[in-house]
């Protein structure tokens, strides 16, 4: 009686370890398989950590090589301070929007209609130390290549 439970058991075991790898490693596949056109791509940023992702660094770059739409959404986490949501562009221009801490910014935009001035956006608090902890994504949608 104890063998035929002990193999049941040992079976289970791996068909839950085995298995669950399997899916994963399926998943990834058909992820690959799915942007291999590099057609989109998506950044996702947490600016929590300032040790692990501290500005001018933390946030998210994107960048196509034509016209795409670039959309943003992001939260000033409630641990932070007021501050500014600044995209900057590939030619240095940059814009911010204002944020409350524990308040949120979303928007979309053209870029990559002009090489070397649109065709890089970057998604950062402006690269302020003590400014508003940024969370959030940035994904991009164009007929051409992007990178994220």
């Known amino acids: ?10 079976f289970t075991v791996l068909a839950v370890l085995l ?14 398989k799915k942007n291999r056109d590099g057609r989109t791509d998506f950044a996702l940023f947490d600016g929590t950590n300032p040790a692990a992702e501290a500005p001018p ?7 196509v090589t034509g016209p795409a739409v670039f959309y943003v959404s992001v939260t000033a986490h409630s641990s ?9 562009f590939a030619d240095g221009d940059w814009v911010q929007f204002p944020i409350k801490s524990d308040g949120s910014v979303s928007f979309s935009q053209a870029i990559g ?4 001035v649109d ?10 130390a003590g ?17 994220c």
């Open 80 to 88: 932070g301070p007021d501050g500014f949501v600044r995209a900057t």
């Open 57 to 63: 660094f933390g946030g998210a770059e994107c960048t």
């Open 113 to 116: 209609g002009t090489p070397g």
């Open 131 to 147: 400014g508003a902890r940024l969370v959030g994504w940035a994904s991009v949608l164009s007929g051409a290549r992007v990178s």
């Open 19 to 32: 298995g669950s790898w399997t899916n994963a490693g399926a998943h990834d596949d058909h992820h690959k």
């Open 119 to 128: 065709d890089r956006i970057r998604i950062s608090n402006g690269g302020d």
């Open 1 to 10: 009686m104890r063998k035929p439970l002990l193999r049941a058991f040992l």
